[in-house]
């Protein structure tokens, strides 16, 4: 997409879109997005479904080994920061790098109880840190956790084998289908190191077919609560 074209749908999101926060079925917050009728996480429990789609069945892969996530869509910063205290529990070493076109206002952040929902109030600075810190530039949040926040749009990363494990977390395919394109999987598929691993919520047929035309071998695995299936993906070697 060129650069105008990228301004200007910045632009319309922005006038459009109303965010609300929300509480989902777990008990933590999530942000929805009327006109769309879509979440940042799923209804039936934001943290629910981050520890099963990436955590359980994506980090837990890398156990005992430094790992470098991609993350597609940085949002509410909930994956990170749940893949932050994995990291402090495991003592493993995380270069985390988040992607995200539409940050989340600071009054956003101050809404999110993710703190609270994980019993983590010694870690409240960090999270807020992870918001904080400016973008495009690495931010060493623990011993074991670094951050790097790209303010950019999915179809303009060009990494290649720079990642261990992407947490594809875009927008459903119901209101942006663009952003689970043959196109957009190239370019994860690139961005993976040989036997890397991708996982999302996603299960739809047009999805995985997307998925295996750039090379993926994709296994489909049982979903989060409220969904009953999701995907995994891995690069061949």
């Known amino acids: 997409m060129p650069r105008a074209d990228s301004e200007n749908q910045e632009t319309l999101y922005r006038l459009i879109l109303r965010r609300e926060i929300i509480q989902t079925t777990d008990g933590s917050t999530t942000i929805y997005l009327p006109e769309w009728e879509e979440h940042y996480h ?3 429990g ?15 892969l890398f156990e005992q080994q430094p790992v470098a996530i991609l993350e597609i869509g940085f949002g509410t910063g909930l994956n990170a920061f749940i893949t932050f ?5 495991h003592q493993q070493k995380i270069d985390y790098t988040g992607v995200e076109a539409y940050p989340i206002s600071a009054e956003e ?3 999110m109880n993710y703190v609270s929902e ?3 109030f010694i870690h409240n600075d960090d999270f807020v840190k992870m918001h904080a810190v400016d973008w495009e530039q690495e ?8 951050l790097t926040k790209r303010k950019q749009f999915f179809h303009e990363i060009n990494d290649i084998e720079a990642f261990d494990l992407i947490y594809f977390d875009a927008f459903g395919y119901r209101v942006q289908p663009e952003l689970w394109s043959t196109e957009i999987f190239q370019k994860m598929y690139d961005s993976l190191k040989p036997n890397g691993i991708l996982v999302t919520y996603a299960a739809r047929g047009v999805v995985k077919r997307s998925m295996i035309e750039v090379g993926f071998t994709v296994e489909k695995l049982a979903g ?3 969904k009953r299936e999701m995907f ?3 690069k061949s070697s």
């Open 224 to 226: 989060p609560p409220g």
């Open 46 to 60: 934001a943290i629910q479904e981050a520890q099963h789609v990436f955590i359980k069945n994506g980090l837990s």
């Open 139 to 146: 931010a060493i949040i623990s011993d074991y956790f670094s």
């Open 42 to 44: 799923s209804k039936h």
């Open 118 to 120: 994980l019993n983590a």
């Open 109 to 111: 952040v101050s809404l």
């Open 85 to 89: 205290l994995e990291a402090k529990k």
């Open 232 to 234: 995994r993906a891995r």
